[in-house]
């Protein structure tokens, strides 16, 4: 067990927890950042729609953040977190393979998974010619023939953004029946709906071929499709009741009905963007930093708000 306390424990290495550790550094905090390196954007390579890194290497952002964050007390694990308790006035984080530390508080910001729906070869394809983010991929596909996946997400308004960078859309609905709204938004929109099975994607020379049932495929040079998510809080139970943290959320700042814990990013109330998350981790830099000072000087900062109702 590391005999260290630190003031924060830093639960995922994305753009959250990464300025979530850089406002803390600054803040003269003890911090440990703890990364299991698979985070949900992985698959794309490339960060979007963040100034000075847009269309950088997901890999080069995060060395070259940890690079400048060396010149603060902020040091890092690449491992999993297993679980995470509070214990008293401190909180237990255990690792898979680091052992065990001890802090003041704990921010996680571990994010969410995808859950792809259950369509052979879009696991292969995601984020290469798969996209879910027309903000994030749109414009390396623009004006190419589109296709949007609504059979397994109702996905209309997705295919509705998506005509600023193409005229050229089909919403493929998978044979689930549209309701009534669903299909007026696309008429509105002059996108055009396939209703037949989609049964598997496959690589082409465009982007992407999808597979119908009936023994018929077409060719787009993307898919975009919006997913059903999982939020990655499994090393807090049994310490959270809840299924995620956002219902645990309290202010904007990241802070939660939970004593030490607090949330930035994908799992918090944000919009899933880089920049957002990043935004985030700042935020709960800053109330982590003004509740230690409360906590070791009572009555020398205002108290926070109290709990959103």
Not at 66 to 79: G, K, M, N, P, T
Not at 107 to 127: D, F, K, M, N
Not at 206 to 229: M, N, T
Request: charged share 25%.
């Amino acid at each position: 067990m590391d005999t260290q306390l630190y003031d924060t424990v830093i639960v995922g290495g994305g753009p959250a927890g990464l300025n979530g550790a850089l406002y803390l550094g600054r803040s003269r905090r003890r911090v440990l950042l703890i990364d299991s390196g698979d985070a949900r954007n992985m698959a794309a390579g490339v960060m979007h729609n963040v100034l000075t890194n847009d269309g950088a290497s997901i890999a080069d952002f995060r060395a070259r953040s940890r690079a400048q964050l060396a010149e603060y007390d902020v040091s890092f694990r690449d491992d999993e977190v297993v679980s995470a308790s509070g214990e008293g006035d401190h909180v237990v984080v255990t690792t898979k393979e680091s052992g065990t530390f001890r802090a003041r508080t704990l921010l996680y910001a571990a994010g969410v998974r995808s859950v792809l729906p259950p369509v052979p070869g879009i696991a292969e394809l995601w984020g290469t010619s798969v996209f879910e983010c027309p903000y994030c991929h749109a414009w390396e596909v623009r004006d190419r023939t589109l296709a949007v996946y609504g059979g397994a997400v109702p996905s209309e308004c997705l295919a509705s953004t998506l005509t600023v960078w193409s005229d050229d859309i089909t919403y493929l609905s998978g044979r689930r029946e549209l309701p009534g709204d669903e299909r007026d938004r696309l008429t509105a929109a002059g996108v055009p709906v396939r209703t037949e099975k989609v049964t598997g994607l496959e690589p082409h020379p465009e982007g992407v071929r999808v597979l119908f049932e009936d023994g018929g495929s077409a060719s787009y040079g993307a898919l975009f499709l919006h997913l059903d998510i999982e939020p990655r809080v499994e090393p807090l139970r049994p310490w959270i009741d809840a299924p995620d943290l956002e219902s645990l959320q309290t202010d904007d700042r990241g802070r939660t009905s939970v004593p030490r814990l607090y949330v930035a990013g994908d799992l918090g109330r944000t919009m899933h963007q880089a920049a957002m998350a990043a935004a985030s981790g700042g935020l709960a830099g800053m109330a982590v930093n003004a509740d230690l000072i409360r906590e070791d000087r009572p009555g020398s900062l205002p108290a926070p708000p109290p709990p959103a109702p």
